[in-house]
């Protein structure tokens, strides 16, 4: 059984940079040929798909948060993060990380809880 479970602050600045770590127990964040997204959902809005890390160290990311946003990993530690910069009040929603299927990503068969960050000064 793959697990997910998001960790970081919650409470960020506006202009910082959010920080959020997924960690995964049960599964190798490396095994062909899974994908590992970060995906949000801000109050009263629908899922909103943020980027992904894949088996091999790949990153796609959402063009609207692109410029903003960078997925990184640490194998060792079979945990995947990600990096939102020049937060506003607007990056305030839950954070989700989940697993992409293999056989075809962008759809998930494992998610973590989801954490609540608030932008706010």
Wanted: proline residues 4%; hydrophobic residues 30%.
């Amino acid at each position: 059984q793959v697990q997910l479970q998001e960790s970081g602050p919650g409470l960020v600045k506006p202009s910082q940079t959010l920080s959020l770590t997924c960690t995964v127990s049960g599964g190798s964040i490396t095994t062909s040929y899974y994908a590992w997204s970060w995906i949000r959902q801000a109050p009263g809005k629908g899922l909103e798909w943020m980027g992904v890390i894949a088996y091999d160290g790949s990153t796609y990311y959402s063009p609207s948060l692109k410029s903003r946003t960078s997925i990184s990993r640490d194998t060792s530690k079979n945990q995947f993060s990600l990096q939102l910069s020049s937060v506003t009040p607007e990056d305030t929603a839950v954070y989700y990380c989940a697993r992409d299927m293999a056989t075809g990503w962008g759809i998930y068969d494992y998610w973590g809880q989801g954490t609540q960050v608030t932008v706010s000064s």
